[in-house]
């Protein structure tokens, strides 16, 4: 069975961009920084604008949470973008 991990993400209305935060410490900006994602699966926080995002849910395959930890503690980046 492949590996898959659902995480929240968070999508700029002003630039498209949809983000989300692979671990607790991983906080990232979209581009045009109007939005903000931290927290990683341990609790969700947005800075930014109520009207300026949309929160949603995404699948991502081929990784689990571990690799998504992983993925940001190495700064490989490989799962950083959706």
Same mark, same amino acid.
Request: charged share 35%; hydrophobic share 30%.
């Given at each position: 069975?492949? =590996? *898959? @991990?659902? /995480?929240?993400?968070?999508?700029?209305?002003?630039?498209?961009?949809?983000?989300?935060?692979?671990?607790?410490?991983?906080?990232?900006?979209?581009?045009? =920084? *109007? @939005?903000? /994602?931290?927290?990683?699966?341990?609790?969700?926080?947005?800075?930014?604008?109520?009207?300026?995002?949309?929160v949603s849910e995404v699948t991502i395959a081929g990784a689990d949470q571990r690799d998504?930890?992983?993925?940001?503690?190495?700064?490989?980046?490989?799962?950083?973008?959706?």
């Amino acid at each position: 069975m492949e =590996k *898959s @991990v659902v /995480v929240s993400t968070v999508k700029c209305k002003k630039c498209g961009d949809q983000i989300y935060s692979r671990a607790r410490h991983d906080f990232r900006w979209c581009a045009c =920084k *109007s @939005v903000a /994602v931290d927290g990683g699966r341990d609790y969700l926080k947005i800075s930014g604008e109520s009207g300026d995002f949309e929160v949603s849910e995404v699948t991502i395959a081929g990784a689990d949470q571990r690799d998504l930890f992983e993925d940001w503690n190495s700064g490989r980046n490989k799962y950083g973008e959706i």
